[in-house]
């Protein structure tokens, strides 16, 4: 399955093919171009980040969308346009082959900024950084020739953009990941290495799940498979292994691709024994076209034979992202302890809209997620 992703992530602008073939007129893609800015305006579930409540628009932008005349050039001004969101969430459903690499999921460093430092505060688990010797603690100094700080105040000053706050991580980890046909070149420590992109490296033909038993504990390691339908028969042949009184583990810490709710509540649902709720989804769209509120609570239910009814421990880290960060917080709900470090803190649940005329499909955040204490899901905080 990750092979196939990543040839896919490959394909320069694949899903503006059709549209490339039925003689678009340049008015035709600028008019998609310029109905991005209207289209997160509307839909957007966290407008509420950014000063006034509109998505952050600059003069160089909508230079940029005006200039659009065909399918590439409306896909840049697209990447561009969620960019200013600084949302590693919102993304486009093509690309180029040199586009940035997708956050978390190609990614392999964790960087915040503290002062001026760009801290690495987590190392992916068997990746090239990690192969590298980088560790948790150390700092990302320079990608390519550029300081760090230069690196990001230019990744933003390019879209017309100031760089500040929160954004900066956004974009120092974006950096970090690199672009996606090449290899990454970056200072770490003082250390210059040059690593490989993460579609580079095949995760090879891994099951949708691993299991290890020792002793008193039967861990279930989810491979990046909650999205694959064939995980909920391995997730059912690996539980019918735990023993009376054992203590099942769930790692979710190499989740970073999400999922789907199907694979989480048949997850879920071999630990209730009735409809228990484990997420509130709530729709801001919808409350700002008929000024009426909406807001529901998603429950998992019981799944005919299968009970577990032991302790359950489950493991979340920063790639832990998007359906795996639902399915932690769920599991929280249903009494199970949650430990580990932060989590990709990824906003919403994705809605794809396709642009009229072209197609091109934006992944936007519409839908805000909660935990059922009301915890926004991007804020929740694991047992260390």
Do not use: C
Not at 223 to 234: E, F, Y
Not at 247 to 272: C, E, K, P, Q, Y
């Amino acid at each position: 399955m990750r092979l196939a992703l990543l040839l896919a992530a490959l394909l320069p602008f694949a899903g503006l093919a059709h549209a490339q073939t039925a003689g678009l007129t340049p008015e035709a893609y600028r008019a998609d171009a310029q109905s991005i800015e209207g289209l997160i305006n509307s839909q957007y579930g966290y407008l509420d980040r950014f000063p006034g409540g509109v998505m952050p628009m600059s003069d160089a932008l909508r230079a940029e969308a005006a200039a659009v005349h065909d399918g590439a050039t409306l896909l840049a001004y697209a990447e561009h346009a969620l960019t200013a969101l600084a949302d590693h969430h919102a993304i486009t459903g093509s690309s180029f082959r040199d586009s940035r690499a997708l956050t978390p999921s190609y990614a392999d460093l964790w960087v915040e900024r503290e002062g001026e430092v760009w801290r690495i505060t987590a190392v992916r688990e068997g990746s090239p950084a990690e192969a590298a010797g980088v560790r948790a603690g150390e700092t990302l100094d320079a990608v390519g020739d550029r300081t760090t700080t230069e690196a990001v105040r230019l990744f933003w000053t390019q879209l017309g953009l100031e760089p500040g706050g929160e954004r900066d991580g956004y974009a120092a980890r974006v950096l970090a990941a690199g672009r996606r046909d090449r290899p990454r070149d970056l200072t770490v420590s003082g250390r210059r290495l040059t690593l490989p992109n993460l579609y580079a490296v095949s995760a090879g033909d891994r099951p949708p799940v691993t299991v290890i038993e020792a002793a008193d504990r039967l861990t279930i390691r989810f491979n990046d498979s909650l999205g694959d339908s064939a995980t909920i028969a391995a997730f059912d042949a690996a539980m019918t292994q735990a023993r009376p009184g054992q203590t099942v583990v769930l790692d979710l810490t190499d989740t970073a691709s999400g999922g789907n709710t199907s694979v989480a509540r048949g997850v879920m649902g071999w630990f209730v024994s009735e409809a228990r709720p484990y997420q509130i989804h709530n729709l801001p769209a919808e409350e700002r076209e008929t000024g009426v509120p909406r807001q529901w609570v998603e429950q998992v239910l019981p799944r005919a034979g299968k009970r577990f009814e032991g302790p359950v421990v489950v493991r979340v880290g920063r790639w832990t992202g998007s359906m795996g960060e639902g399915l932690a917080v769920g599991m929280d709900a249903l009494g199970a302890r949650v430990e580990g470090d932060r989590m990709a803190g990824l906003l919403g649940a994705i809605h794809d809209l396709r642009l009229e005329h072209s197609g091109l499909v934006i992944k936007l955040p519409v839908e805000r997620l909660y935990a059922v204490d009301g915890t926004p899901r991007e804020a929740f905080e694991p047992s260390r």
